[in-house]
Nanobody, 124 residues
């Protein structure tokens, strides 16, 4: 069992930055590929970014490529999402997710564990 707790969300003006963190419980964090997804009101959950178990491979949605960076620190059981040049359309609840022995995937269905989400609001 893995518990995920996100933090770092908030209200920011367009063009600003936020860094989300996701802390995982347990001693097997390195066995999980990690992903960030988001869901805006009235919309489906969508992929944002993913990172492989060792951190060597990263994947991004086209909408965030060049603005967001995913990283992880396996010694701290934490995955991060650095978000720069935020836009109003980035407003959503952001979730981190863990995929046991996965490669880092863009589809949400293989992910085994999810956090409770953190709200990101970008004002224009």
């Amino acid at each position: 069992q893995v518990q995920l707790v996100e933090s770092g969300g908030g209200l920011v003006q367009a063009g600003g930055s936020l860094r989300l963190s996701c802390a995982a419980s347990g001693r097997t964090f390195g066995s999980y590929a990690m992903g960030w997804f988001r869901q805006a009101p009235g919309k489906e959950r969508e992929f944002v970014a993913a990172i492989s178990r060792g951190g060597g491979n990263t994947y991004y949605a086209d909408s965030v490529k060049g603005r967001f960076t995913i990283s992880r620190d396996n010694a701290k059981n934490t995955v991060y999402l650095q978000m720069n040049n935020l836009k109003p359309e980035d407003t959503a609840v952001y979730y981190c997710a863990a995929d046991f022995m996965g490669p880092g995937r863009t589809d949400y269905s293989p992910y085994d564990y999810w956090g409770q989400g953190t709200q990101v609001t970008v004002s224009s």
